[in-house]
């Protein structure tokens, strides 16, 4: 299976900051990455797939790097809103693994 | 729009099995797979599983092997995920969910999940 990780784990950061969250694919999976953030009690939202395409409706605030095993969700200006955790996907390779997540709290 | 509506709450006792609905609707219901995702209480997500709705087939995480079954009927436009031998690391949130449209490596459409609990 493929494995992913994510770092940092935690991030602690004020509305308005620049926030870069990365994840990593322990082999290739060329662009086959999706982002999403999740809220406590609610189902994730899709933000980024295809590791750099905006999802329709999603703030371009968001943006996705990367190709084959590093990939990068940055926001370029923190919102209240955006302060939830954040997984990567990759859809390569049966069984489409997550990234442990990223949780952005308010500093 | 496309909408996938899950079964209520379910609370069984280890052991048993639990039955979970996914109803589509606002769209072609064979022209998509269907994903099954979970989440345990405070943790993360974990991939399960996906069903062709179109021809049925299937694949399961490896762990899950044996012990979950998905099924569809194009009749409803519902897809069905069995989990049987329960036992308390079972106690998750259930989601179904599909991609965006053909090709488009990301679920973008997502059931509101359905709660396991397994405790006897």
């Known amino acids: 299976d493929i494995q992913m990780t994510q770092s940092p784990s935690f991030l602690s950061a004020s509305v308005g900051d620049r926030v870069t969250i990365t994840c990593r694919a322990s082999?290739?999976?060329?662009?086959?990455l999706a982002w999403y953030h999740q809220k406590p009690g609610k189902a994730p939202n899709l933000l980024i797939y295809?590791?750099?395409t905006l999802q329709s409706g999603v703030p371009s605030r968001f943006s996705g790097s990367g190709s084959g095993t590093d990939f990068t969700l940055t926001i370029s200006s923190l919102q209240p809103g955006d302060f939830a955790t954040y997984y990567c996907q990759q859809l390569d390779t049966y069984p489409f693994t997550f990234g442990p997540g990223t949780k952005v709290d308010i500093k | 729009q496309v909408q996938l509506v899950q079964s209520g709450a379910e609370v069984k006792d280890p052991g048993a099995s639990v039955r979970i609905s996914c109803k589509a609707s606002?769209?072609?219901?064979?022209?998509?797979?269907l994903h099954w995702v979970r989440q345990a209480p405070g943790q993360g997500l974990e991939w399960m599983g996906i069903?062709?709705?179109?021809?049925?087939?299937?694949t399961y995480v490896q762990k899950f092997q044996g012990r979950i079954t998905m099924t569809r009927d194009t009749s409803t436009s519902t897809v069905f995920m069995e989990m049987s031998s329960l036992r308390s690391e079972d106690t998750a949130i259930y989601y179904c969910?599909?991609?965006?449209?053909?090709?488009?490596?990301?679920?973008?459409?997502w059931g509101q999940g359905t709660p396991v609990t397994v405790s006897s």
């Open positions: 606002g769209y072609t219901f064979t022209t998509y797979y």
């Open positions: 969910a599909r991609i965006p449209f053909t090709g488009a490596r990301g679920l973008a459409y």
């Open positions: 295809d590791a750099s």
């Open positions: 082999q290739g999976i060329s662009g086959n």
């Open positions: 069903i062709n709705a179109g021809g049925g087939g299937t």
